[in-house]
């Protein structure tokens, strides 16, 4: 049997106090996969993840895109915490200034995500719709973080200067020191099969 690797990568919101430990109302991790601490490379049990889960302002939760199983194990682990009612940002929707509406009463999932800007095609549907159906069952908003082709061929042009304005003041205000971008660039090339140019 093939054992999928999924790794959770967790952000901790810096500047504020933990908020209070909330419990999981039930997760299970499927048989094909395993969970690797993305610091250290460790096996890491599922009661540690959901400690950190559990006890985070924020959690950032990676994906292979085409991974059916990470996708399973995203909307298991929003449905689990479903009683804190996260806000959930997808970069499958376009950055907006408020939450994406969600569907109309009646109205299919499928209307709903063309009219929401998500490219169905693109990102091989129905692959995500499980932890997009467990976001619209949990959440309290839905956000999108994308920005068009166009906006990002002046930032890789441009650079951080050129970046749509809500990013730009984002960048400013939180910059990478130079550390923190020798260790984010690596991954980014990675993530993206080594096919990102060096600049």
Same mark, same amino acid.
């Given at each position: 049997m093939l054992r999928t690797r999924w790794i959770p990568l967790l952000l901790l919101a810096a500047g504020h106090p933990a908020p209070a430990p909330v419990s999981p109302v039930a997760f299970a991790l499927?048989?094909?996969?395993?969970? *690797?601490?993305?610091?250290?490379? $460790?096996?890491?049990?599922? =009661?540690? /993840? !959901? #400690?950190?889960? +559990?006890?985070?302002?924020?959690?950032?939760?990676?994906? *292979?895109?085409?991974?059916?199983? $990470?996708?399973?194990?995203? =909307?298991? /682990? !929003? #449905?689990?915490? +479903?009683?804190?009612?996260?806000?959930?940002?997808?970069?499958?929707?376009?950055a907006g200034e408020r939450p994406i509406a969600p569907p109309a009463e009646g109205e299919s999932l499928t209307v709903w995500l063309d009219r929401s800007g998500f490219d169905r095609r693109g990102w091989r549907w129905p692959l995500h719709e499980p932890v997009v159906t467990a976001a619209l069952a949990v959440s309290r908003a839905i956000w999108g973080s994308n920005i068009?082709?166009?906006?990002?061929?002046?930032?890789?042009?441009?650079?951080?200067?050129?970046?749509?304005?809500?990013?730009?003041?984002?960048?400013?205000?939180?910059?990478?020191?130079?550390a923190a971008q020798a260790a984010l660039d690596p991954d980014l090339v990675q993530g993206h099969c080594g096919l990102l140019p060096a600049a």
């Open positions: 499927p048989d094909s996969a395993a969970l *690797i601490d993305g610091a250290t490379g $460790a096996p890491l049990p599922t =009661a540690e /993840l !959901l #400690r950190r889960v +559990g006890s985070a302002d924020a959690v950032l939760l990676g994906e *292979i895109h085409d991974n059916p199983t $990470a996708h399973a194990v995203r =909307a298991s /682990l !929003l #449905r689990a915490f +479903g009683a804190r009612r996260p806000a959930v940002v997808f970069e499958q929707f376009a068009s082709r166009e906006e990002l061929r002046s930032v890789t042009s441009g650079g951080a200067a050129a970046a749509p304005e809500p990013l730009r003041r984002l960048v400013e205000q939180v910059p990478l020191d130079g």
